[in-house]
């Protein structure tokens, strides 16, 4: 959940997830659900509108969970580093409690989640690979990962 906005304007966002996906039915059983409860709820005082929505093709990575279920995901993340910040972009291929691994370019890369001010997961667009091309090996072996990785959260 987060709330946004301040004054009239304020939205409260609710993003809810579940194995297979959400639905348009899953989004409008979990707004009817919630409503009621919220109206009758004083420590959210003032209007608000109430937003009910999935977490989309690009996914944010706040906990563990969230790193667990993106495992062969391509991801991108911002990370504190002694000289600033910097941005990682590859393949998520590791996670616990406390780290996740990433893979670029055949090199893996420790992250520890407190060092991590951004993370999401990345949807890329454009013509698929053609077949028996680099990028078609590639994007077969991020899939496979995938749907390993969403296997064994299952």
Do not use: N
Not at 8 to 23: F, P
Not at 113 to 141: L, M
């Amino acid at each position: 959940m987060e709330l946004h906005g301040g004054g009239g304007t304020r939205t409260l966002r609710v993003t809810i997830d579940r194995a297979g996906g959400v639905d348009l039915d899953a989004i409008t059983e979990v707004t009817r659900a919630l409503s009621p409860v919220l109206d009758d709820d004083s420590t959210l005082p003032g209007s608000f509108l109430l937003e009910v929505s999935s977490p989309g093709v690009e996914r944010t990575l706040r906990t563990p969970a969230h790193y667990l279920g993106a495992r062969g995901c391509t991801v991108s993340i911002k990370v504190r580093t002694e000289s600033g910040t910097e941005r990682v972009h590859g393949v998520l291929v590791d996670s616990d409690d406390d780290r996740c691994t990433i893979e670029t370019d055949g090199e893996r890369e420790e992250l520890r989640y407190a060092d991590i001010t951004q993370a999401r997961t990345v949807f890329e667009w454009g013509p698929q690979p053609r077949p028996g091309s680099r990028r078609a090996g590639q994007a077969a072996t991020a899939s496979k990962r995938a749907r390993a990785s969403r296997g064994a959260s299952a």
